[in-house]
């Protein structure tokens, strides 16, 4: 008679060790196998934002650990709210989480609806599709830094075939008007695939017999559209632009690739700006507050939309 992984282990424990355990309750063995767990949450996570936030009332200075340490209250806090620097990298990250959020649901919804109509072929695609999410951003920057270039990226002769304009008269990442918009291009193209996969999740959960249905009653193809895919993926749809929202506010390492939060202060986002404050100034102290109030600012937007989530999904 073959026995189970279970009784397996239960025979080979030993009985001392049998008796003690035969002794504790539901509740202790349940504590014994969380507690690991809660620990290094403890460690990796709670300590370092508690630190990080009473930190954030001192002028503190990692790079000089002698110096007397004061505590300065809201001080930092005032300084932050009421620096214009700041208010413009929110204003520069506000542009790029909008732009990229709004390029990626459209087109990746777009996407979506398309794999799911069963074509021949249809592996191959979403395959070739998926492949820039699969790329790490660091390679992703070097790749459209490349393209960029006026004298043999081939962007500019893209574009100018269309429009007809000169290769080598601009320059995505140089120029300041464009340079917010060649890092919302790379992430567009880079994330798109991942919002695809989310809208085709949703799609496919949608019963066939609920368009059955509809072409019963003579229903459109662009009345179904509207009445029951985007009602009935709209969940999904939400829940990809909460994930590439709170990715899109911590973006770093494709920026400072393409354009190192250049030219000028462009393309600096509140990441990079934060980096910067931490361990270029090494104004320990300020970065805390600053940190502090990122943190917040994506706590509070993201609670209240998961609210909202939760209202459209109990429809």
């Known amino acids: 008679m073959t ?3 279970m009784e397996t282990a239960a025979a080979k424990t030993p009985d001392s060790m049998a008796k003690r355990i035969r002794g504790l309750s539901n509740r202790t063995i349940a504590w014994i196998f969380v507690a690991p767990t809660i620990f290094l949450l403890l460690a990796v996570n709670i300590f370092p ?3 990080t936030i009473r930190l954030s009332f001192t002028n503190f200075r990692v790079n000089r650990p002698n110096n007397d340490v004061e505590w300065v209250g809201l001080r930092n806090y005032e300084r932050i ?6 208010w413009n990298t929110m204003q520069a990250t506000a542009h790029f989480l909008i732009w990229t959020i709004t390029l990626q649901v459209l087109i990746g919804f777009a996407l979506a609806y398309l794999i799911n109509k069963k074509f021949k072929g249809n592996d191959m695609w979403t395959t070739i599709i998926v492949f820039p999410m699969m790329l790490s951003p660091a390679v992703v920057g070097n790749f459209w ?9 081939l962007f500019n002769y893209v574009v100018a ?3 007809g304009a000169d290769p080598a008269s601009f320059s995505m990442i140089g120029d300041v008007h464009l340079a917010p918009w060649a890092i919302v291009i790379a992430d567009t193209w880079m994330w798109t695939p991942f919002v695809m996969l989310i809208c085709l999740a949703g799609l496919r959960s949608i019963p066939d017999s609920i368009y059955e249905a509809a072409e019963c009653d003579r229903a459109s193809k662009w009345r179904q559209f509207w009445t029951i895919t985007i009602p009935m993926a709209l969940p999904f749809l939400m829940l990809a632009v909460l994930f590439r929202g709170i990715e899109n506010f911590k973006m770093f390492d494709l920026v400072v690739q393409l354009t190192g939060g250049g030219p000028g202060n462009t393309t600096t986002l509140t990441s990079i700006d934060l980096k910067r404050e931490a361990f270029e100034k090494w104004r320990t102290g300020y970065s805390s507050a600053y940190a502090v109030i990122l943190f917040v600012t994506v706590f509070g937007l993201a609670s209240i939309y998961v609210k909202a ?6 429809r």
Do not use: A, R
Request: charged letters at 15%; a negative charge.
């Open 3 to 5: 026995l189970s992984p």
């Open 145 to 153: 830094t490349f393209l960029y270039q006026p004298q043999i990226g």
């Open 81 to 86: 709210l009421n620096d214009p620097d700041v």
């Open 161 to 163: 075939f269309f429009t």
């Open 309 to 314: 989530l939760n209202k459209v999904k109990e």
């Open 49 to 51: 934002l508690i630190w």
